[in-house]
T-cell receptor, first 112, second 114 residues
């Protein structure tokens, strides 16, 4: 069975600083990995996905993530954050049946 | 257009009421999903419809009854709910029911059961 561990429940960071949100996964089958963002009182928006191919994946809003099979990780990074990036971020893994399993989430708090 | 529309946005109901949540997409997607999200928790899968047939039921209590009238619509019928069922209910859709397809989410219905 698939599972996802997000290692940090909250990450505080100052505006314009770099940030990394950590995600480790466990899967016994082909891996499809996703990062979603959820702003307060809203649904989930896809930031980026890894299905196959290049291990460095670029997404929306300047985010990128690197798939590392040996370390079973899919960490999310942004070189310079903005106040508007304050939100909750979910890492998720999908099995071949498209069942999506989410990590517990990481709240990113950007401070001015 | 990657929009999934959910109505209503907010719903308050008593434990003896019957109500329905609605979800609509016009992207030609053939898989649709219901998730439940409690406060400060990740979404949890409830049901999956693939090509208008129920393919996954994650052991959800029978007071939740899904329905897929056609490929664009997904309903969740609610009856005799408990206060612990109060949550954000999210609908999603994807191109197909196999792995690797992006799931697009609606804004959710925030349900309060009194």
């Amino acid at each position: 069975a698939q599972s996802v561990t997000q290692l940090d429940s909250q990450v505080p960071v100052f505006e314009e600083a770099p940030v990394e949100l950590r995600c480790n996964y466990s899967s016994s089958v082909s891996v499809y990995l996703f990062w979603y963002v959820q702003y307060p009182n809203q649904g989930l928006q896809l930031l980026l996905k890894y299905l196959s191919g290049s291990t460095l994946v670029k997404g929306i809003n300047g985010f990128e993530a690197e798939f590392n099979k040996s370390q079973t990780s899919f960490h999310l990074r942004k070189p310079s954050v903005h106040i508007s990036d304050t939100a909750e971020y979910f890492c998720a893994v999908s099995d071949p049946g498209n069942k999506l399993v989410f990590g517990a989430g990481t709240i990113l708090r950007v401070k001015s | 257009d990657t929009e999934v529309t959910q109505t209503p946005k907010h719903l308050v109901m008593g434990m003896t009421n019957k109500k329905s949540l609605k979800c609509e997409q016009h992207m030609g997607h053939r898989a649709m999903y219901w998730y439940k999200q409690k406060a400060k928790k990740p979404p949890e899968l409830m049901f999956v419809y693939s090509y208008e047939k129920l393919s996954i039921n994650e052991s959800v209590p029978s007071r939740f009854s899904p329905e897929c009238p056609n490929s664009s619509l997904l309903n969740l019928h609610l009856h005799a709910l408990q206060p612990e069922d109060s949550a954000l209910y999210l609908c999603a859709s994807s191109q197909g029911g196999t792995g690797g397809y992006i799931q697009y989410f609606g804004a959710g219905t925030r349900l309060s059961v009194l």
